[in-house]
């Protein structure tokens, strides 16, 4: 199964996502595109039992703009990344 994060929207702020086969204790980091390093704030972790599903992470003001999503596993090994998106 390969995992997938789908970015949706940004609204105000508030990043939507959809994911697919991404298990239980899976991560999704923010990755700012400039640098390419991963944000230590926020990260939002799977809890459901259900592999697919959609999330809302709402970006501190400290989040610049440019950026993508990545999926990580339970044990922080790369699973898929969303197209860039730019936070206005």
Known sequence: MNPVINFVE???RVISA????L???????LVDKTSGEQLPDPVTTIASPAPNGSLRIRLPD??????FLKALDAHG???A???EF???
């Open 10 to 12: 940004l609204e105000n």
């Open 18 to 21: 959809t994911y697919r086969n």
């Open 23 to 29: 298990m239980i204790g899976a991560k999704v980091v």
């Open 62 to 67: 400290s989040v610049k703009p440019g950026g």
């Open 77 to 79: 090994d790369y699973g």
């Open 81 to 83: 990344q969303s197209v």
């Open 86 to 88: 730019y936070v206005n």
